[in-house]
């Protein structure tokens, strides 16, 4: 009997599984339907992999403060379970698509967008850190994108799941993260084994995929796990504002205080992110990058009317002497010139 059948044979009569989802190392995905209340959930079974050693009882346990977390921009934990020792838990099934989806479609996406989905995750994070509850697995695979907001997955998962390890046989979550792919989103910290991981690692994280939103790829890109661990630890990646121009400055500083290496220069809560997104919402869209532009096109103009003032005085004053036009002809000629400077002013070219 596969796992499938395995499932559908501990829910009984009261889900039936209708498709199974891209799962990825931790967890097999499947869609279902509530017979009861006829609504469609999602069902995560952990891996046999990932289940090694882990207490069911243990498990349930630790997931209880993250199924209390109720929040907008949070997907909540419905109930919880296990089949054979292999732990499960469902959620409601979110319409919509995963942010890691957009990016394989769009690439780096547009400012506004950006800015947007990162205040949504980040005020997901301001009301689970103030419960207690780190994520400790933030990227664009657990943030899903439905009716126009961002919402986060998995709250509390990776950290249940180390919580109710009874042996270390298939080793520490970092290194489990190793094989699944997420080394590119973990905090120095994490890619260290730190065990004192708070709730700023999440921020490290937010930061590395808001990196990745602006630019279309990861701060270390698609290096091999062991070295993204090492740069994570070691390395400065480049501004995001280096690789696209047109980001604004406050955001490019923002996202390079979370890829701080030390969690005491990173923004210390998500609300100070929240509220620094913000303040960038608010400037945001093409009244702020006319803004941006306006000066360089200011500046231009400024050096051609230098350029042209400078060839008109030697011009004048050459023809003053040479041909003997009158004496006026000089400082008439740097007055009209001059006269042009308000006019590129005001106009604001």
């Known amino acids: 009997m596969d796992l499938r059948q395995q499932l559908q044979q501990t829910l009984g009569s009261a889900f039936v599984l209708e498709r199974e989802l891209g799962g990825g190392g931790m967890s097999r995905v499947f869609v279902a339907n509530e017979v009861r209340l006829n609504r469609k959930v999602v069902i995560k079974l952990l891996s046999p992999e990932l289940a090694a050693g882990v207490s069911v009882e243990r ?65 997901a994070l301001a009301y689970s850190h103030e419960r207690g509850v780190v994520h400790r697995d933030i990227k664009p695979d657990n943030v899903l994108l439905s009716g126009g907001t961002a919402v986060v997955t998995d709250f509390g998962i990776a950290k249940a799941i180390t919580a109710a390890r009874t042996t270390q046989e298939s080793g520490s979550l970092t290194q489990l993260g190793t094989s699944i792919g997420t080394p590119s989103y973990m905090s120095p910290e994490q890619a260290a084994g730190d065990p004192s991981v708070d709730h700023r690692a999440d921020l490290y994280s937010l930061g590395c995929m808001a990196y990745e939103l602006l630019t279309g790829r990861a701060p270390f890109g698609d290096r091999a796990p062991a070295r993204i661990l090492a740069a994570h630890i070691s390395e400065t990646p480049e501004p995001p504002a280096t690789r696209r121009p047109d980001v604004p400055p406050a955001l490019d500083q923002l996202v390079m205080r979370c890829l701080e290496k030390d969690p ?5 809560s998500g609300l100070e992110i929240v509220q620094a997104l913000d303040a960038i919402l608010s400037g945001t869209g093409e009244s702020m990058m006319s803004a941006r532009r306006a000066p360089r096109s200011l500046l231009r103009a400024v050096g051609t009317w230098a350029g042209a003032t400078l060839a008109v005085a030697v011009v004048a004053r ?21 006269l042009g400077l308000p006019v590129l002013r005001i106009e604001g070219v």
């Open 59 to 123: 498990f349930e346990r630790e997931i209880q403060l993250a199924a209390s977390l109720q929040q907008a921009n949070i997907v909540p934990i419905l109930a919880a379970g296990d089949t054979n020792g292999l732990p499960y838990y469902t959620m409601p099934f979110v319409e919509g698509k995963s942010l890691r989806a957009r990016l394989a479609e769009d690439g780096a996406l547009p400012i506004t967008a950006v800015v947007g989905i990162l205040r949504d995750v980040a005020r």
């Open 264 to 268: 005491a220069q990173r923004p210390q």
């Open 318 to 338: 050459a023809a003053v002497i040479a041909v003997g036009v009158p004496g006026w002809v000089f400082p008439g000629a740097i007055l009209v010139m001059a």
